[in-house]
C-alpha cells in the first residue's frame, strides 16, 4: 500500500460504486425487472390468464424471487462479515462475490420469450444480486479507513454520487444503443447495435450482458488501488472463532441500545426503499402503461437526482450528521409511497381526470425524482451513521449485520407487496406495506444516538 496514495484509494472505493450501481438501476429497476415482469405476463396469458391477473401475478413472481434472495442474503451476510474480520482480508470475499455478480447478470440473457423460464431468470438475477450485496458488504467496511470521523460523510455522499452517475451513463448506453421503442428504434433513432432483434426480447436481454462487462471493467480501479492492511500475525479464515464472535456480538447488543436500535430503524426504511426500487419500474409498466423505453427514461431522471442529491446529502452529512439526512429522507419517502399509491391513469386521489390526461404520468415522474434525490442521500447518510455506532474493530463484520438488518426484511418489502397484491388482484394497492415500513424506521431513531454510544 505505500505506494497508492490516499487519494487514489478513496477514488478507487469510488469505483466499486460506479461499477456496482447498473446491477441496481439497470437489472433491479428499469429494465429487465420490467423485462422480467412482462414477459412472465405474456407467458401467463399464453396459458389461459386473464390480463391483470396474470400481470398481477407477474410481479408477485417478481417479489417471491425476490424474497428467497433476501433471506439468502440475510443468513450469510454477518457470518461472512464476523469470519472475515477475524482473518483480516476482505479481498478475496471480495473477488469471490464480483464472480457472482458477473455470472449471474451475463446469466439473465437467457431468458428469451419464446422458451422464458421463471426459475432460470430468477436464479441468474438473484445469483448476481448476492454477488453485489455481498461485495458491497466487504467495499463498505473500508470507509472508516478513507479518512478523519467528520470527512467520512462526505466521502460517502461523493461515492454514492458517483456511482449514481455510473448508473445514469450506464442506462443511457443502454437506451442509445441497444433497446428498441415501439418504433423499432433507440433512443438515439437507430436500430439496436450488433444486429439485436427486438422480436426475440434481445435488444432488452443485453442488458444482463451490458451489466456484467462494465462491473468488470470498472473495478479494475478498485483492484489496483484498494488493498487490505497487513493481516494479523498467523491469520487466516477461522469459520469458527468468527462465527464465535458474532454470537457474542449478537448477544451483547442489547448493551448497544442506539446501534441496536439504528439497526431496526434501517432494516424497515432501506427494506421500504428497495421495495420502491424493485417496483417502480413493474408498477410504471403495468399501472400506467409505459413501454420499457419510457420506464428506462424515467430511469435517468431519477438517477441524475440521485447522484446530486447523494452528493448534497454528504455535504449536508458534513454540515449537520447523518441523522437530520436520514429523518428528512424518510419523511419524503413517506410522502412519495402516498402520492404513487393515488395515482392511476384515471385518477389522483380518487379524483377521476381527463381521458388521456398526462397529469398522472407527469406526477410519477416527480415520484421517481424525489424517490432519487430522497434514496442516494439516505443510503450514503446511513452507511455513514454505521461508522458512528459500530465497534472500529469489527466493522466488516458490523456490516454484515447492517446488510442482515438490511435483508432480514428485504424479503418482508416483496413478500407483502406480493401477499397485497395476490389479494387484491391490483397492482397498485400492492404497494402500500412501503408506507407502514417507511414510518416503523421513522419511529425506532428515536432511540437512536446521533454519535452511537459516545453521545
Known amino acids: ?28 429497476t428499469f429494465i429487465f425487472g420490467p423485462y422480467f415482469s412482462q414477459t412472465a405476463a405474456q407467458s401467463l396469458m399464453a396459458g389461459g390468464m386473464a390480463e391483470q391477473a396474470a400481470e398481477a401475478q407477474a410481479q408477485a413472481l417478481w417479489g417471491y424471487g425476490l424474497t428467497l434472495t433476501g433471506i439468502t442474503i440475510a443468513v450469510l451476510a454477518p457470518i ?41 431468470a430468477l436464479l441468474f438475477f438473484g445469483m448476481g444480486l448476492i454477488g453485489m ?10 470507509l472508516p479507513s478513507l479518512g478523519p470521523k467528520e470527512e467520512l460523510g462526505r466521502i460517502s455522499g461523493s461515492g454514492w454520487g458517483f456511482g449514481y452517475v455510473g448508473g445514469v451513463v450506464a442506462l443511457a448506453i443502454m437506451l442509445a444503443l441497444f433497446q428498441a421503442g415501439d ?10 447495435l450488433l444486429g439485436l432483434d427486438p422480436e426475440t426480447g434481445a435488444d432488452t436481454r443485453v442488458v444482463g450482458p451490458l451489466t456484467s462487462l462494465w462491473y468488470a471493467v470498472f473495478m479494475i480501479p ?24 458474532l454470537v457474542r456480538t449478537i448477544k451483547g447488543l442489547p448493551r448497544h441500545p442506539s446501534l441496536l436500535a439504528y439497526l431496526g430503524s434501517s432494516m424497515f426504511y432501506r427494506d421500504a426503499l428497495n421495495g420502491m426500487y424493485t417496483f417502480g419500474g413493474i408498477y410504471a409498466l403495468g399501472v400506467l402503461d409505459w413501454s ?23 455535504l449536508a452529512d458534513r454540515k449537520f450528521g447523518p441523522m437530520p439526512v436520514i429523518v428528512v429522507c424518510c419523511v419524503v419517502l413517506i410522502l412519495t409511497a402516498c402520492l404513487i399509491v393515488g395515482l392511476s391513469p384515471e385518477a389522483i386521489f380518487g379524483m377521476p381526470v381527463a381521458e388521456g390526461s398526462a ?20 443510503q ?23 446488510a442482515l438488518s438490511g435483508k432480514a426484511t428485504t424479503f418482508l418489502a416483496p413478500w407483502l407487496i406480493a401477499i397485497t397484491t395476490d389479494i387484491t388482484n391490483n397492482q397498485r394497492l400492492g404497494v402500500t406495506p412501503l408506507i407502514g415500513l417507511f414510518s416503523l424506521g421513522l419511529v425506532l431513531l428515536i432511540w437512536v444516538k446521533p454519535n452511537g454510544e459516545e453521545s
Not at 420499457?292 to 424515467?298: K, Q, S, T, W, Y
Open 1 to 28: 500500500m505505500a505506494g497508492i496514495s490516499p487519494t487514489k484509494r478513496i477514488w478507487g472505493w469510488y469505483f466499486f460504486d460506479w461499477a456496482s450501481q447498473p446491477y441496481n438501476t439497470l437489472m433491479l
Open 80 to 120: 461472512l462479515g464476523s469470519v472475515a474480520d477475524s482473518s483480516g482480508r476482505r479481498m478475496p470475499w471480495i473477488w469471490l462475490f464480483s464472480a457472482l455478480y458477473v455470472i449471474g447478470a451475463w446469466g439473465t440473457w437467457y431468458s428469451a420469450p419464446e422458451d422464458f423460464s421463471v426459475f432460470w
Open 133 to 142: 450485496e455481498f461485495a458491497t458488504i466487504f467495499t463498505n467496511a473500508y
Open 183 to 192: 418504433n423499432g428504434l433507440t433512443m438515439a433513432g437507430m436500430r439496436p
Open 222 to 245: 478498485f483492484f489496483l488501488w484498494v488493498k487490505d492492511g497487513p493481516p494479523p500475525e498467523n491469520a487466516h479464515y477461522r469459520v469458527g472463532e468468527g462465527l464465535r464472535d
Open 292 to 314: 420499457i423505453m419510457e420506464v428506462g427514461i424515467f430511469g435517468i431522471l431519477a438517477a441524475i437526482s440521485g447522484a446530486i442529491f447523494a452528493w448534497v446529502g454528504g
Open 359 to 378: 397529469l398522472p404520468d407527469q406526477l410519477f415522474y416527480v415520484a421517481g425524482l424525489l424517490i432519487g434525490a430522497a434514496g442516494g442521500a439516505v
Open 380 to 402: 450514503s447518510a446511513s452507511r455513514n451513521m454505521l461508522t458512528k455506532q459500530a465497534n472500529p474493530q469489527r466493522m466488516t463484520e458490523a456490516f454484515g449485520l447492517y
